[in-house]
Nanobody
């Protein structure tokens, strides 16, 4: 069984910062790509940032220059540093990871439960 657990969400004023963390646990053999998605009320879930197993990041245009994704492969964690936050960044943020257990031939996509980020004065 594999679990992804996010933490670090909350309420922050415009221009502020937050750091999200996601920890993967369970019978993990390997983790390929990891990423963060978000879903605002009435909108579809969208990719915010992703990072390969080798540490190569990719960002949505809307967050480039403000958000930084990183990972700790030894601890099976992925992070999202969010700076210069805007009200339009308000959403539930979800962690995603492509994980292989000992019985998987190909990676399986797992999701966390989500953490609320609210940017408001």
């Amino acid at each position: 069984q594999v679990q992804l657990v996010e933490s670090g969400g909350g309420l922050v004023q415009p221009g502020g910062s937050l750091r999200l963390s996601c920890a993967a646990s369970g019978s993990i053999f390997s983790i390929d790509g990891m990423g963060w998605y978000r879903q605002a009320p009435g909108k579809q879930r969208e990719l915010v940032a992703a990072i390969t197993s080798g540490g190569i990041p990719n960002y949505a245009d809307s967050v480039k220059g403000r958000f930084t994704i990183s990972r700790d492969n030894a601890k099976n964690r992925v992070f999202l540093e969010m700076n210069s936050l805007k009200p339009e960044d308000t959403a539930v943020y979800y962690c995603n990871a492509a994980i292989r257990t000992l019985i998987d031939v190909v990676p399986v996509s797992y999701w966390g439960q989500g953490t609320q980020v609210t940017v408001s004065s």
